[in-house]
C-alpha cells in the first residue's frame, strides 16, 4: 500500500507543479514528469538535486498524509479495494491535462479544479465496487484541495523562483505541511461533521488573504496571509466596573457571546472579524479565545445586503461558502447555532443606509433570540451607532483603540516581512530591511506623522509609499490618499512598464470614472453595487469622455484588474478595496460637480461626514468659504441638529489649507462654544481641527466631572505638550469614564512622561491596566506613587516587578492570560507584593499554591481560573481569605477547613466532588457550584444563612433561594 500513497503523491505534486507553472505544454503533457521540468530551468546538477529532493519531500509528505488518512479511517475497507480506489485517482491526475486558463487562477478553487479532472476522466470510477467508488471520490477531493495548498505555497513563478526555492527549502516545505494540516481528512462520523470540514477549509482558504495597499497586481506579494498581517489591537473595556483601561480584542471577546465593536474609518474593524473567521476555521485560536475553536464562523458583510432582506441562516454561507452552499445538509447551520458551536460576524452597520439600520436591529435581536447559546460579534463605525445600540440584545459594547506606538511598530515589521516574503535577492533584501528603519525613525522622530499612523489603514498606505517614494512622506490625510492613488492608478504601470491589452486610459480618465462611480455609491446610500449597474455607470460617465472608444464592460473590466481600487468580493458584486477611498473619490466629484448645496443638504447623515470633511480639503477657495459658511448657517437655524452640524464644520478645519480671516474667526467661536467637548464623538471632530482648540480649552477649562473624560479624549487625539497639561488637570476629576480615557490616553505618548506628569498624583492611577506588548508602561510605573492595584494581561513575558513597581506595597493584582506565571515565586516575590489583599490569576498555570502562605496574613480575596493544580491540596492555610473563587477543582476540599473567615465561594469541578468540608465555615453566605451534578449537597442540607447557586452550563438558572428551602424542592 505505501508504494502505491507514493505514486499517487507524486501525482499530486506534479498536478501542482503544473498549476504553479502556468506552462500550457508541460500541463497538457501526460507523460512528462517533474525531474523534465528541473532538469529543463535549473542550471547545475547540484542545483538540480536540491530542488529534487525538495518536490521528492513534498511527494513524501502528500502521501504520509493520505497513508495515515487511509489506515485510520478506511481500515474496514478491503485492501484491494483501497488499492484500486487509490489507483484509480492516481491514473485521473496523471492523465489530466490542466490546461483550462481558470486553473491557473489565483484564487483557484479546488472544486473547480476536481470538476475539471473529473471531466477529463469521467470512467474514471466505472470499475470499482460502490466502496471503492465512494473512497475514490473521497481521495480525489482531498487531492484536489492539496494541489491547490501546494501550488499556492511555493513562491511566485518567474525567473528567480527556483534561486527562491534553494534559498528556502525547509521553509517552503514547513509551510507546505502546515497548509495540508487545513485540509479536513476523509473520513467522518456524520454528514454534518463531513460538510462541517469542508466548510471551515473554505473559510481559511478564502479569508486568510489580504490586500497589500501600494503593490502591483502582478506582485505576488498584493495579497499575503493574514498570520503576516494581524496584530493583536486594543479596545477600550466593554467591563468598565471590573477591568480599567484598554484590552486586548482577544480578551474583550472572550468574556462573553455577544461583543457591538465600534471603530473608526481604516481601524481594522473588517480584518479583525476576518482573522477571527480563519482561526476560528483552522482551530487556531488560543489564549482566552481557546474555547472558541469549537464554533464554526460565518461572515456576514451587511453592505452586500443594502435593499435587500438580511440572510436566514441557510444562507450564511454566501461569503465563504458559496461553492459548496449546494452540497449542505440540511438544516446543518441552524443544529451549529442552536448547539452553541456557531460564531457569526457582522461587518459593517454603518454600511447599512439609516433607514436599514432599525431592521437591522430586529434582525440581529430575533437572531440572538432563537440562537442564544451562539456566538456573535457586530461591527460599526461610531458614528453609525451608539456604544448601547445593543445593549437591549444583551452585547456588550467595546471601541477599537488607535494604535500605540508598540502597535505602529509592529505593524510596520509586519508589514515589510510580508514585502521580502516574496525577495529572492539578498541586496534586495537589505535594501528593504534599511527602508523599514528608515521608516521606523521617521516615524519616531516627527509626531505628526505618527499621528497619522494610528489606524491599520494609513499605516500601510505610509508603507507602501515610503518604499515607493523612497524619501518625502505626506503630512496629513489628504495628501496621503491624494498619494496612494496616484502611485495605485498611474505610476506603478509606468515605472514598471506594465502594458496590457486594454483600453489606453490616462490616470484622468481612471480618476473621473472612479470617482463618478464612487460618488454615484454615495447617493444612493450604497457600499457596493451588481456589476451590471456599476457597468452602466461607467457607460454613463464614457459618454460625455469623447477621446475613448472602448466599451462600458472594456473598461469596468480594465479598472476591476487594473486600478488597485475595486474589486469583486462576490461573484457579481463590485465595492471600493477600501470605503475610505471610496469617500475620498466622491468628495472630489461632489467639489468638481460644484455640489455644495447637495454636501451641505445631506451632512446630518453619518454615511456623508467623511465626504463632507473631505470636499473641503478638494475645495478651490471659494468652494470651501461657501460650504463652511452654509454648514455654520445650517447649524444656526437647525434646532436640536446645531451641534452636529457645528461639530462637523470645525473637523473641516483638518483638511482646510486656506480660510478667510472673517470664516475661520467665526469657526473659531463656534468651537469655542462647543468647548469643553460633551461626548466622545464630538471630542473625535473636535480634535481634529488641531491644536488651536487646546489655546481654545486654556479659556473654558474642565470644571465638571461629565466633561473629564471628552476632553482628555480630545487632548489625548491631539497630542503634544499642551495636551499633556490638559490631560493632568482633567485628571483629579474622579469618574469611571475619565479612568478609561485616562488609560487609553496613556498608549498615545513616550510612557515615562505621561506617567510623571499625568499619573504620578492621579486618584484615578490607583488602578492601573498593563496588557499587550507595552513594556514601557511596565517600565514607568515606578513613577506612579498613588498605584495600590495593578492588573496585568496578556503580557509576553515575565517581568521584574520589583524593579518597576513603586516603592511602597500594592494590595491588589491581577494576572490574566500570562503563561510564564508558572511559579507564584520568584515571579510574585517582589517587595512592594508583600501586604497583597486581592490576588487573581485568570489563564494563568501556577503548578502549585503552597507558595500563597506569603499572604497568609493579609490575602482576602483570592481567584484561580482555570486551576491549573491537579487538585487544591496545596493551598495553604489562609486565614483571612473571605472570597475564593477556583474553577476546574479536584481532590478534597479539607484545605477550606483552614479558611474561617471564607464567606463567599466559588467551586467549578471536573469530577465529583465531596462538599462535606463546608459544614466547618460558619461564616459561608454564599457558595456557587459550576458543574452542580457533580457535588452531593447533602452535607449542606439545612443549613441557616447560606444561599446557594447553581449553574449546570455557564448560566445562572432560576431564582436563588436558601439551601434550606431550595432542597425540598430539587428532592421532588
Not at 506534479?14 to 498549476?19: F, I, L, R
Not at 521528492?56 to 497513508?67: G, H, I, M, S
Not at 453592505?303 to 449546494?326: C, K, N, T, W
Request: charged content about 25%; some cysteine; aromatic content about 6%.
Amino acid at each position: 500500500m505505501t508504494d502505491i500513497v507514493l505514486g499517487l503523491g507524486a501525482a499530486v505534486v506534479k498536478a501542482a507543479c503544473k498549476v504553479w507553472l502556468k506552462d500550457h505544454a508541460f500541463a497538457a503533457d501526460t507523460s512528462a514528469a517533474v525531474i523534465d521540468v528541473i532538469n529543463a530551468r535549473v542550471s547545475g546538477t547540484r542545483e538540480r538535486r536540491r530542488v529534487q529532493r525538495l518536490f521528492e519531500d513534498l511527494e513524501e509528505t502528500v502521501a504520509d498524509k493520505l497513508q495515515s488518512t487511509l489506515k485510520h479511517e478506511f481500515g474496514g475497507l478491503p485492501v484491494n479495494e483501497r488499492n484500486a480506489a487509490v489507483l484509480a485517482v492516481t491514473d485521473t491526475f496523471d492523465g489530466a491535462r490542466l490546461v483550462e486558463d481558470d486553473i491557473f487562477a489565483a484564487d483557484l478553487d479546488p472544486l473547480f479544479l476536481e470538476r475539471n479532472v473529473r471531466a477529463e476522466w469521467p470512467d474514471a470510477v466505472r470499475d470499482l465496487a460502490p466502496p471503492a467508488a465512494a473512497l475514490y471520490d473521497r481521495v480525489l477531493g482531498e487531492c484536489c484541495a492539496y494541489i491547490i495548498e501546494v501550488a499556492r505555497d511555493l513562491p511566485a513563478f518567474d525567473a528567480g523562483a527556483f534561486t527562491e526555492i534553494l534559498r528556502r527549502q525547509s521553509q517552503i516545505l514547513g509551510g507546505v505541511r502546515e497548509l495540508l494540516d487545513r485540509v479536513p481528512g476523509l473520513g467522518a462520523t456524520s454528514p454534518d461533521e463531513a460538510f462541517t470540514g469542508r466548510y471551515r477549509y473554505q473559510v481559511a482558504n478564502i479569508l486568510d488573504r489580504l490586500e497589500l495597499f501600494g503593490v502591483t497586481a502582478a506582485d505576488s506579494v498584493r495579497r499575503y496571509p493574514l498570520s503576516l498581517a494581524y496584530i493583536r489591537l486594543r479596545v477600550s473595556s466593554p467591563v468598565p466596573d471590573r477591568m480599567t483601561g484598554p484590552v486586548t480584542v482577544d480578551d474583550a471577546l472572550a468574556r462573553g457571546s455577544r461583543l457591538f465593536l465600534r471603530g473608526d474609518a481604516g481601524s481594522g474593524k473588517t480584518t479583525l472579524l476576518q482573522w477571527l473567521a480563519v482561526r476560528a476555521a483552522t482551530g487556531d485560536l488560543s489564549g482566552p479565545l481557546t474555547s472558541w475553536n469549537d464554533s464554526v464562523p460565518f461572515l456576514i458583510p451587511l453592505r452586500r445586503y443594502v435593499g435587500r432582506a438580511l440572510p436566514a441562516p441557510e444562507d450564511f454561507l454566501s461569503q465563504a461558502g458559496r461553492h459548496i452552499a449546494d452540497e449542505m445538509p440540511e438544516g446543518w447551520v441552524r443544529r451549529r447555532l442552536a448547539g452553541g458551536r456557531a460564531l457569526v460576524l457582522v461587518d459593517g452597520i454603518d454600511e447599512l443606509p439609516e433607514a436599514e439600520r432599525a431592521p437591522a436591529r430586529a434582525w440581529l435581536g430575533e437572531l440572538t433570540a432563537a440562537y442564544p447559546a451562539a456566538r456573535y460579534v457586530v461591527t460599526s463605525r461610531p458614528t453609525a451607532a451608539g456604544e448601547d445600540w445593543l445593549s437591549a440584545e444583551d452585547f456588550d459594547s467595546a471601541e477599537l483603540r488607535p494604535m500605540s506606538w508598540p502597535d505602529i511598530e509592529e505593524f510596520v515589521r509586519h508589514w515589510h516581512s510580508a514585502v521580502g516574503g516574496s525577495r529572492v535577492d539578498e541586496d534586495e533584501l537589505t535594501r528593504l530591511r534599511s527602508y523599514e528603519e528608515a521608516l521606523l525613525g521617521a516615524l519616531r522622530s516627527r509626531r505628526h506623522l505618527r499621528a497619522l499612523a494610528v489606524t491599520p489603514l494609513l499605516c500601510a498606505l505610509l508603507c507602501a509609499l515610503h518604499l515607493d517614494r523612497r524619501t518625502q512622506l505626506p503630512r496629513d490625510r489628504m495628501e496621503l490618499y491624494g498619494i496612494a492613488l496616484e502611485m495605485l492608478l498611474e505610476r506603478r504601470d509606468v515605472e514598471r512598464r506594465i502594458r496590457g491589452n486594454g483600453p489606453d486610459l490616462s490616470y484622468t480618465d481612471k480618476l473621473l470614472l472612479l470617482q463618478d462611480l464612487a460618488y454615484w455609491l454615495i447617493r444612493n446610500g450604497m457600499s457596493d453595487a451588481p456589476v451590471d449597474r456599476a457597468v452602466e455607470r461607467i457607460a454613463h460617465r464614457l459618454s460625455s469622455m469623447y477621446r475613448l472608444s472602448a466599451d462600458a464592460s472594456t473598461v469596468f473590466g480594465h479598472l476591476l484588474v487594473r486600478s488597485g481600487l475595486l474589486r469583486e468580493p462576490v461573484a457579481g458584486r463590485v465595492d471600493f478595496v477600501h470605503r475610505t477611498f471610496q469617500e475620498y473619490l466622491a468628495a472630489r466629484a461632489a467639489i468638481e460637480a460644484d455640489d455644495v448645496g447637495a454636501l451641505v443638504k445631506n451632512a446630518h447623515h453619518d454615511q456623508w461626514r467623511e465626504v463632507v470633511v473631505m470636499a473641503a480639503g478638494h475645495a478651490q477657495p471659494r468652494q470651501r468659504e461657501e460650504l463652511l459658511r452654509m454648514l455654520l448657517d445650517r447649524g444656526d437655524n437647525d434646532g436640536d441638529g446645531w451641534q452636529a452640524l457645528h461639530v462637523l464644520a470645525v473637523a473641516c478645519l483638518e483638511t482646510s489649507p486656506q480660510l478667510a480671516p472673517d470664516t475661520y474667526a467665526r469657526i473659531q467661536q463656534v468651537a469655542g462654544e462647543l468647548l469643553p467637548p460633551r461626548s466622545r464623538s464630538d471630542a473625535d471632530a473636535l480634535a481634529r481641527a488641531g491644536e488651536f482648540v487646546l489655546d481654545l480649552l486654556a479659556e473654558r477649562p474642565v470644571t465638571t466631572n461629565q466633561h473629564a473624560a471628552p476632553t482628555i479624549r480630545l487632548a489625548a487625539a491631539i497630542g503634544g505638550d499642551t495636551a499633556l497639561e490638559v490631560i493632568a488637570r482633567c485628571a483629579r476629576f474622579v469618574e469611571p469614564l475619565a479612568e478609561l480615557e485616562l488609560n487609553a490616553a496613556w498608549d498615545r505618548f513616550d510612557a515615562d512622561r505621561f506617567a510623571q506628569k499625568v499619573l504620578a498624583h492621579s486618584p484615578h492611577a490607583a488602578e492601573l491596566t498593563i496588557g499587550g506588548n507595552r513594556m514601557d508602561q511596565i517600565r514607568a510605573l515606578r513613577h506612579v506613587t498613588v498605584l495600590r492595584a495593578l492588573n496585568l494581561t496578556s503580557v509576553p513575558e515575565e517581568l521584574d516587578l520589583d524593579e518597576n513597581l513603586p516603592r511602597h506595597s500594592l494590595t491588589k493584582l491581577k494576572i490574566i492570560n500570562c503563561d510564564w506565571l508558572t511559579r507564584l515565586l520568584p515571579a510574585l516575590e517582589a517587595e512592594q507584593l508583600r501586604d497583597l489583599e486581592v490576588l487573581e490569576m485568570i489563564g494563568c498555570g501556577p503548578r502549585s499554591l503552597h507558595e500563597l502562605s506569603r499572604w497568609a496574613g493579609t490575602l482576602r480575596e483570592l481567584a484561580i481560573w482555570p486551576a491549573a493544580v491537579s487538585d487544591i491540596g496545596s493551598l495553604p492555610p489562609l486565614p483571612e481569605l473571605q472570597d475564593l473563587f477556583c474553577i476546574d477543582v479536584r481532590g478534597s476540599l479539607a484545605p477550606l477547613r483552614e479558611m474561617p473567615a471564607l464567606r463567599r465561594l466559588t467551586l467549578g469541578a471536573v469530577e465529583p466532588i465531596d462538599l462535606t468540608p463546608l459544614q466547618d465555615l460558619k461564616r459561608l453566605e454564599r457558595l456557587e457550584l459550576y458543574g452542580s451534578t457533580l457535588f452531593d449537597h447533602s452535607p449542606l442540607m439545612g443549613r441557616e444563612g447560606l444561599t446557594i447557586h447553581l449553574n449546570e452550563d455557564g448560566r445562572i438558572r432560576g431564582a436563588t433561594v436558601p439551601l434550606s428551602s431550595a432542597w425540598p424542592l430539587r428532592q421532588t
